[in-house]
């Protein structure tokens, strides 16, 4: 069992900067493919970024990827969504997720096991 918090979300201006992080709590959360999903109102939740147990393997949806680094401290049990160059589209609600069924960063939101309550990002033009 895994439960899932994040912070770090607020209001920005186009062009700034974010950090999200993502704490959880349990004792195997090295043992998990970790994800960050996002939600704009009337659209359906989608993909941001993913990375590997140890941290040596990412994957970014293309709308973000160059702009976004996601990482991870497994000794604090803690992943990262570092957003640059953020911009309007990016306007969302932000949860991170944890895959323990899979070795690898997948995208499909229905292998994600455990949730976060999300945490609201706006970025204003």
């Known amino acids: 069992q895994v439960q899932l918090v994040e912070s770090g979300g607020g209001l920005v201006q186009a062009g700034g900067s974010l950090r999200l992080s993502c704490a959880a709590s349990g004792r195997t959360f090295s043992g998990y493919v970790m994800g960050w999903f996002r939600q704009a109102p009337g659209k359906e939740r989608e993909f941001v970024a993913g990375i590997s147990y140890s941290g040596a393997y990412t994957y970014y949806a293309d709308s973000v990827k160059g702009r976004f680094t996601i990482s991870r401290d497994n000794a604090k049990k803690t992943v990262y969504l570092q957003m640059n160059s953020l911009k309007p589209e990016d306007t969302a609600v932000y949860y991170c997720?944890?895959?323990?069924?899979?070795?690898?960063?997948?995208?499909?939101?229905?292998?994600?096991?455990?949730w976060g309550q999300g945490t609201q990002v706006t970025v204003s033009s």
């Open positions: 997720a944890a895959d323990g069924r899979d070795r690898v960063v997948v995208t499909t939101e229905s292998r994600y096991d455990y």
